[in-house]
């Protein structure tokens, strides 16, 4: 059986349809990543998505295959950084519904997010990919995508206590290190006593 073709189109306020399914097809992916489907449902209702599409530097892509919601991708338009005018592309979320991936759901997407970025005169592609995501990003690695930054994240409070506290954060790598050479150190003790006791 040949597969449905993907047709890609950019999803807006205006439109009501495509808003809901964007909206659905959102929720799921949430839940797809752990998330209740009340927490989805909730931020949907207080206007997560309605505010999404208002806003000028956010555009949001629907797949569609057979008539029926497959994908979305949401980008953000913006400079690399502060100090740079050249307009990027942001690549913020790629979903696609489990039962149609190896489908060439997220390749149209990307195709169109591509287009689009050559026609506002993008210079980058950036996507941001969780690092747990493995998979993900060997998908991207695949398709030419080059680490560039590593983002590090922190809520303001929890950086206001690091720094009044003067202390820098332990990275999770060496606190695991750490904890393993303490447990190491502890069970040599506990044998060398044990020997020295018989």
């Known amino acids: 059986m040949a597969k449905s073709a993907v047709r ?63 994908g979305y991708a949401v980008v953000m338009d913006g400079p690399l950084s502060g100090l740079a005018d050249e307009p990027v592309v942001w690549i913020d979320q790629v979903y696609v519904r489990t039962e149609c991936r190896r489908g060439g759901v997220s390749k149209s997407l990307l195709a169109r997010i591509a287009h689009d970025g050559e026609a506002m005169g993008a210079g980058q592609i950036v996507s941001c990919v969780p690092t747990q995501a493995k998979e993900l990003n060997r998908y991207f690695a695949r398709l030419g995508f080059a680490p560039a930054i590593t983002e590090r994240t922190i809520s303001p409070a929890q950086l206001l206590r690091h720094l009044a506290s003067g202390e820098e954060a332990e990275p999770q790598a060496m606190a695991i290190v750490r904890r393993r050479r303490s447990l190491r150190a502890r069970a040599r003790a506990r044998v060398e006593v044990a020997h020295t006791g018989t």
Do not use: H, K, M, N
């Not at 439109?15 to 797809?32: G, I, K, P």
């Not at 209702?45 to 919601?69: F, K, M, Q, T």
């Open 8 to 70: 890609v189109s950019r999803v807006t306020a205006e439109d009501a349809d495509a808003s809901e399914q964007f909206a659905a097809l959102w929720t799921q992916s949430r839940v797809d990543t752990g998330q209740s489907v009340e927490w989805a449902e909730r931020a949907v209702r207080e206007g997560l998505i309605r505010g999404a599409l208002a806003r000028d530097d956010v555009r949001v892509y629907l797949a569609a295959s057979g008539g029926r919601p497959v």
